[in-house]
């Protein structure tokens, strides 16, 4: 069992910076895939960045690309996702999710755990 509990969203500027935060509770954190998420009023839920279990792995979606790094410290039991040159089309509720390591961590469905979201909103 993994709960995940998300902090760092707000209000920025068109342009502007803000980071993300999950912290992970429960001894198998290292064993999950993470993954952000986020969702807008009126669309599907669509991944953002996953990093896999051993961070060997990081896939971002190309709406984010060269803008968003995702990382992991498994010693902590956090997962960052570092958000720069944000739009407006960024806003959303962004969620993170863990996914056992033994699943396809590009499908949503793999998710078994999700953090309640963060909302991020950016200003034009």
């Known amino acids: 069992q993994v709960q995940l509990v998300e902090s760092g969203g707000g209000l920025v500027q068109a342009g502007g910076s803000l980071r993300l935060s999950c912290a992970a509770s429960?001894?198998?954190?290292?064993?999950?895939?993470m993954g952000w998420f986020r969702q807008a009023p009126g669309k599907e839920r669509e991944s953002v960045a996953i990093i896999t279990w051993n961070g060997d792995s990081i896939w971002y979606a190309d709406s984010v690309k060269g803008r968003f790094t995702i990382s992991r410290d498994n010693a902590k039991n956090i997962v960052l996702l570092q958000m720069n040159s944000l739009k407006p089309e960024d806003t959303a509720a962004y969620y993170c999710a863990a996914a056992p390591r033994g699943r396809n961590f590009r499908m949503v469905a793999a998710y078994d755990y999700w953090g309640q979201g963060t909302q991020v909103t950016v200003s034009s």
């Open positions: 429960g001894r198998t954190f290292s064993s999950y895939h």
